[in-house]
């Protein structure tokens, strides 16, 4: 079965940084593209950023670019995501979501963590 | 960047009722790379359709995606207690970003 459990939410003052992690298991970790994707309190879904198998970047929102580091272990089976300089408008679930496409990267998502709640607030 | 139009925001309908639920992308989406979620409240999305009209695993037929271009669809043939949820569409022709729509609200009448 394949399952993603995020961790690593809180509360952080604004200008904080928080490290998301992602454990992957019940899946050959290595093989497939993974991203973040955020949810905003009643709002839509948002990409946030994506990896390749291989740690090579699949590219950043423009809302997160520079601020955001997206990498992984695959030693670990685990996916990171280091956010600095957080924002009050960053507030959100994080989900870890893994890439189900075979000839686009990155593509949809056939397997999404239950998230990890980030709340920015002084 | 291609921003997806939802409509309608809300949808109230009846247990059996046909509903199609629709996409608007502000370019082509390049090769249909256009994917169908559903989220039900306090849960993670669930992939229903992908390649704008492939059923994911496990999804019942009842569900249908169609389209091409800048226009899609999403039908649920008959509707049962348990599709009663927000669908979001998504587009992955061109990235980065890959965007998402806005949503559309099923709730029962």
């Given at each position: 079965e394949v399952q993603l459990v995020e961790s690593g939410g809180g509360m952080v003052r604004p200008g904080g940084s928080l490290r998301l992690s992602c454990a992957a298991s019940g899946?050959?970790?290595?093989?497939y593209a993974m991203s973040w994707v955020r949810q905003a309190p009643g709002k839509a879904l948002e990409w946030v950023s994506g990896i390749k198998w291989n740690g090579g970047s699949l590219g950043y929102a423009d809302s997160v670019k520079g601020r955001f580091t997206i990498s992984r272990d695959n030693a670990k089976n685990s996916l990171y995501l280091q956010m600095n300089s957080?924002?009050?408008?960053?507030t959100a679930l994080y989900y870890c979501a893994r890439d189900g496409g075979?000839?686009?990267?990155p593509a949809y998502f056939d397997y999404w963590g239950q998230g990890a709640l980030v709340t920015v607030s002084s | 960047e291609i921003v997806l139009t939802q409509s309608p925001g809300t949808l109230s309908l009846s247990p059996g009722e046909r509903v199609t639920l629709s996409c608007r992308a502000s370019q082509s989406v390049s090769s249909s790379y256009l994917a169908w979620y559903q989220q039900k409240p306090g849960q993670a999305p669930r992939l229903l359709i992908?390649?704008?009209s492939r059923r994911a695993?496990?999804?019942?037929?009842?569900f249908s995606g169609s389209g091409s271009g800048t226009d899609f669809t999403l039908t649920i043939r008959r509707l049962e207690p348990e599709d009663f949820a927000v669908y979001y569409c998504q587009q992955?022709?061109?990235?980065?970003?890959l965007t998402f729509g806005g949503g559309t609200k099923v709730d029962i009448k």
């Open positions: 899946f050959s970790f290595e093989d957080l924002r009050a408008e960053d075979l000839v686009v990267e | 992908y390649d704008a695993t496990g999804i019942p037929d009842r992955y022709g061109s990235s980065p970003p």
